[in-house]
């Protein structure tokens, strides 16, 4: 899967080799995971039996704010909401994922 280059964040989740996700965000997903998949960082080069790791998910976010609340989240998600996520390929509406983020902007006040 090929993001596309525009401008904002990428939330992503990565499916390493020994069947694990990876998740995080950045500007460029195509060079993280060039990067990941080169050993560069000290959790890769820490877990080699992990790569190469594989694009499952990209959602884009506009502003840093946001796609940092999105990772925070998926990253308190278990392996099952990952899975749905991953293949419904959008976020779920309502829910926890509204709850959790009304948390984040009350106590960031």
């Not at 596309?4 to 993280?32: H, M, N």
Request: with cysteine.
């Amino acid at each position: 899967m090929k993001s596309p280059k525009k401008f904002g964040w990428y939330l992503f989740i990565f499916e390493c080799a020994d069947g694990t996700y990876y998740s995080g965000f950045c500007q460029d997903v195509d060079r993280k995971e060039r990067e990941i998949n080169s050993g560069v960082g000290i959790y890769f080069s820490k877990h080699p039996e992990r790569l190469p790791v594989k694009l499952v998910f990209e959602d884009q976010c506009l502003v840093f704010q946001e796609a940092y609340a999105k990772s925070r989240y998926l990253k308190e998600m278990n392996r099952k909401l990952k899975k749905k996520l991953i293949l419904d390929k959008k976020w779920p509406v309502g829910g926890a994922w509204e709850k959790f983020l009304l948390n984040r902007v009350k106590n960031s006040v």
